[in-house]
């Protein structure tokens, strides 16, 4: 697989939850380096939908604005102890087939009509849960992304190899308060092998699994140093799709 630009690499900034920062903090430092990158909103989140129109201009700008769901369900199960903002009405394996299609459709209508439409826009599952029910099942969560999206994020690290990815079950290494060494090397990794890293954030600067502005920005400078593909999430699934054999 070639990479534009004879890239060595690719690498997807991937941003989840909608959080207010990552408009004020995080695209205006991707966008001084010309870098565009994919936004995954929880479409029915109160804090998603007060900077709605900011949301609209950032995609008309060229950067992704993915779904990662409309109420942000995850499994309880995969907690020794549930965290209390996962609500027992937001537990997936208690969840029936048709709640779940319905889910992720009224989140994909709702980019659609208040962010515009993007045939290629793709998912994040929250919390990285991809089944419903007990004992878990994959096929009707699978079924209501396919539906809408082509590719879809999971967590578990990486890099992707270009060449046997599954798109619907993209790895992405999470960034928990992460210093820049650890950051700069999860992409470097991906060097070697003309792979594909994903990471996976949520704060830049604020309080939820943070990110140190400062950290966010020299990383940056050092994608642009190094010469990467640096593009949403969606542009280099389809570059996948549309160049492998
Ligand atoms: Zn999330």
């Not at 699978?142 to 798109?167: I, K, Q």
Request: glycine residues 10%.
């Amino acid at each position: 697989m070639r990479w534009p630009f004879q890239a060595p690499a690719a690498v997807s900034l991937t941003y989840d939850d909608g959080l207010p920062d990552n408009l004020d903090r995080a695209i205006p430092d991707l966008e001084d380096l010309g870098f565009r990158a994919t936004f995954y909103l929880t479409t029915g989140k109160r804090c998603v939908r007060r900077r709605r129109l900011d949301w609209r201009r950032a995609f008309e700008r060229g950067h992704e604005i993915g779904s990662h769901s409309a109420s942000h369900p995850c499994r309880a199960d995969a907690y020794a102890r549930p965290p209390r903002w996962l609500a027992r009405d937001l537990r997936l394996e208690g969840w029936p087939p048709d709640r779940i299609s319905r889910e992720v459709g009224e989140a994909a209508l709702w980019l659609k009509e208040e962010i515009g439409d993007d045939p290629w826009r793709t998912y994040a599952y929250p919390c990285c849960a991809t089944s419903i029910g007990s004992p878990p099942d994959e096929g009707p969560y699978d079924e209501a992304v396919r539906r809408h999206h082509f590719a879809a994020r999971v967590g578990g690290g990486g890099p992707n190899d270009p060449g046997s990815v599954d798109l619907l079950r993209v790895r992405s290494f999470p960034c928990v308060h992460p210093s820049f060494r650890e950051l700069a090397g999860y992409c470097d990794a991906a060097r070697p092998g003309g792979g594909w890293t994903v990471l996976m954030f949520h704060s830049i600067g604020g309080w939820r699994i943070r990110t140190r502005r400062s950290v966010h920005r020299e990383l940056l400078d050092h994608l642009a140093r190094g010469g990467f593909w640096v593009a949403p999430l969606r542009d280099v699934a389809r570059h996948i799709l549309e160049n492998r054999g």
